[in-house]
């Protein structure tokens, strides 16, 4: 299973709690589209997993910036993934961004809002934010890679599931 988080908006931890802890936990690895705002809170998600794979968000220091790339490729499973934190250019720039990756995947945050999009042959992933959720549901996103593809679930941090979906 991966699992996948997005604006942790931190100044000194992790904060991951209930399901996205066991998560983090359990992972093979985790993907984080930015945001962490500290190096506290990025040195606190890489000691709960040391298989993280992240990317700066738009409000994280200069600290960070320098440790982390603005968009990064990811293979899970059978599945190639670009992360980013966000799209400068909607729809069309997310798309390109996979094309240009040879992704199907894109996994992105920013807006605090969980959701997951088809954008003809992509699909584009926000989990939402795990800790500050800005009016939307605490959630994160896992990911259970299948032969053909992935089983994607987006979680609360309670455990109810908000959406569910496939990457193929």
Known sequence: MFAVLSDTHSQSGHELAGRARDAVRDAEAVVHAGDFTTEAALDALHDASERLHAVYGNSDTSAVRDRLPESRTVELGPVRAVV?????????????????????????????????????????????????????????????PREDGLDGTIYTRGGDVVEAFRVE
């Open 84 to 144: 980013t934190h966000r799209s400068r250019s909607g729809a069309t720039g997310l798309r390109l961004l996979a094309r240009q990756h040879g992704a199907t995947l894109v996994i992105r945050g920013h807006t605090h809002r969980p959701a997951v999009e088809t954008l003809g042959d992509v699909t584009v992933l926000n989990p939402g934010s795990h800790a500050e959720p800005r009016g939307n549901p605490r959630a994160h996103a896992e990911l259970e």
